[in-house]
């Protein structure tokens, strides 16, 4: 069975820095396509950031705006989202998701098959 944890969520002030965590089982990241969704309270589910299994390709959502790096530790079968210059609107719950066997639009939640249970971000202003 595939399981995915998010750690890293806090509270912070405008202009700091947060990096998640999305540690996985079952399934080699690898080999796999991942990616980092958020949702706000009351909004739905957005794609943030995503990392192609073949190669080194990474996408991003154009809110992003070179404030976010996602990257992928192969030894420790990690997901990892730097993120800077926080901002009080990406206040969310941040979700890891990963897709092996028949990966999608990378920006399309349904892409996914696997997904953890969130780490929270706040952002103060």
């Known amino acids: 069975q595939v399981s995915l944890v998010e750690s890293g969520g806090g509270l912070v002030q405008v202009g700091d820095s947060l990096t998640l965590a999305c540690i996985a089982s079952g399934q080699p990241v690898s080999t796999s396509l991942m990616a980092w969704f958020r949702q706000a309270p009351g909004k739905e589910r957005e794609f943030v950031s995503a990392?192609?299994?073949?190669?080194?390709?990474?996408h991003y959502k154009a809110f992003v705006k070179g404030r976010f790096t996602i990257s992928r530790d192969n030894t420790k079968n990690a997901l990892y989202l730097q993120m800077n210059s926080l901002e009080p609107e990406d206040t969310a719950v941040y979700y890891c998701?990963?897709?092996?066997?028949?990966?999608?639009?990378?920006?399309?939640?349904?892409?996914?098959?696997?997904w953890g249970q969130g780490t929270q971000v706040t952002v103060s202003s």
């Open positions: 990392l192609e299994r073949s190669g080194t390709t990474a």
């Open positions: 998701a990963l897709e092996e066997t028949a990966p999608g639009p990378v920006e399309i939640a349904s892409s996914y098959t696997y």
